[in-house]
Structures are given as C-alpha cells and as structure tokens.
C-alpha cells in the first residue's frame, strides 16, 4: 500500500463517519483509521529515522486501534445506546458538508505556502479535512459518544498533520498529545457511566440540567 492510497481511505472513515448513525460501526470505524494512522510515519519517515517511526507507529497502533475503541466500546455499554439520535445535523446533511470541508481542505491547502513534506501532496489536505470532519461531529451529533469520537478525528487531524509536516519534533508532540487523548477518553468514559447511571440518556445538549 503506498501513502496516497492510505490518505484516500483515511478520507474515506471520515466521511463513513459523518454519514453512519450507528455508534457500534463509528467506533470501528475510527479504530480502523487508527491502524491506518499507524502505518503512516513509517511511511512517511525520513531516512535514519526509522526507529523512531517504528515507535510512533507502534504506540499509535496501540492507543487509537485499541485502547481507545475499547474504552468507548466499553462506555457505549455502561450507556445502554446503539444509535445517534435525532442529530443537531442530518446524516445527508453532514456528508454533504464533509465533501464540502474536503474541496476547502484542498483548496486551502494549495494556497498555504511550501511546507517542509515531501512524503505526499495529498498529506496536508487530508490533515485539514480530518480537523474539519471532527469539528462537525462535535458540533453535529447529541451524543456524548460520538462527540468523543469527533473529538478523536480531530486529534487525529493533528496527528496527520504532525507527521507529515513536524517531523523533527513529531515524536514529542504527538506523545503529548496521545496522553491528552487518553486522559480525555478515560474522564468521558468515567463521565459517561455517571450520567448514564442518575439520567435515561446521554443527550450532550440535557447536560446543562446538572447545573441544578
């Protein structure tokens, strides 16, 4: 498999993503993109650094293919839900949306000036659409679950961009930030068994009736 058909499928869990309603199938989803997102440092490392993509890649494998879908998988049973319901956007909707945010990521992409990668053309645009198709699940969806979700696409967004493009700091940046994720799928996981244990549903948008 080369890079550019790797970044094609990864826009492809995006947009499966954007127009599934089905929480089981998201959570596969984003751990598909998480092996997925493994492959790519040892594909797009520099010469002499192939220990350290190793690593990368090792841990990636390890947290977004595993861990973390095994945490929501967990919390999406301690919830008792199977679909997304009633969104603040429509699944059509959303992926109309989602082919929209690939064309500006592409469009601003060829308009941002040179960056230091040569792995592919293909890495940036596919980085800024998967930021944009997180940012649309957060705001697009009432479930808590797949608000996390979004909130993983994002970060994996993040995580394209850095290994792509941060090559020479991209081992700490993105150990940092997988220890972020992880803590945040740990306290909403650990959040979403509460609610769900005092209230009938996750809804994201009847969680302000904790103020009272």
């Given at each position: 498999m080369n890079i550019e058909l790797l970044l094609v499928l990864i826009v492809l869990t995006n947009l499966r993503l954007l127009a599934s309603g089905r929480l089981g199938a998201a959570i596969r989803t984003v751990a598909l993109q998480g092996v997925l997102l493994a492959a790519l440092p040892l594909m797009a490392h520099e010469p002499g650094h192939f220990w350290r993509a190793g690593a990368l890649a090792l841990g990636t494998m390890a947290l977004k293919?595993?861990?973390?879908?095994?945490?929501?998988?967990?919390?999406l049973r301690e919830a008792d839900v199977e679909r997304e319901v009633n969104p603040y956007v429509g699944y059509f909707t959303s992926l109309l949306a989602g082919v929209l945010g690939l064309a500006v990521a592409l469009r601003l992409s060829a308009r941002l000036p040179g960056l230091p990668t040569t792995a592919s053309p293909l890495l940036v645009p596919v980085a800024v659409f998967s930021i944009l198709a997180g940012?649309?699940?957060?705001?697009?969806?009432?479930?808590?679950?797949?608000?996390?979700?979004?909130?993983l696409v994002l970060e994996n967004g993040v995580y394209t961009f850095?290994?792509?493009?941060?090559?020479?700091?991209?081992?700490?940046?993105?150990?940092?930030?997988?220890?972020?994720?992880?803590?945040?799928?740990?306290?909403?996981?650990?959040?979403?068994?509460?609610?769900?244990?005092?209230?009938?549903?996750?809804?994201?948008?009847?969680?302000?009736?904790?103020?009272?």
């Amino acid at each position: 498999m080369n890079i550019e058909l790797l970044l094609v499928l990864i826009v492809l869990t995006n947009l499966r993503l954007l127009a599934s309603g089905r929480l089981g199938a998201a959570i596969r989803t984003v751990a598909l993109q998480g092996v997925l997102l493994a492959a790519l440092p040892l594909m797009a490392h520099e010469p002499g650094h192939f220990w350290r993509a190793g690593a990368l890649a090792l841990g990636t494998m390890a947290l977004k293919g595993i861990v973390f879908p095994w945490l929501l998988f967990r919390a999406l049973r301690e919830a008792d839900v199977e679909r997304e319901v009633n969104p603040y956007v429509g699944y059509f909707t959303s992926l109309l949306a989602g082919v929209l945010g690939l064309a500006v990521a592409l469009r601003l992409s060829a308009r941002l000036p040179g960056l230091p990668t040569t792995a592919s053309p293909l890495l940036v645009p596919v980085a800024v659409f998967s930021i944009l198709a997180g940012l649309l699940l957060i705001v697009g969806r009432r479930r808590a679950v797949s608000q996390v979700l979004g909130f993983l696409v994002l970060e994996n967004g993040v995580y394209t961009f850095g290994v792509g493009v941060m090559r020479e700091v991209s081992l700490l940046v993105e150990v940092a930030v997988l220890l972020d994720v992880l803590v945040a799928v740990f306290v909403m996981g650990i959040a979403l068994f509460h609610i769900n244990r005092e209230f009938d549903h996750i809804d994201a948008d009847r969680l302000s009736s904790l103020k009272d």
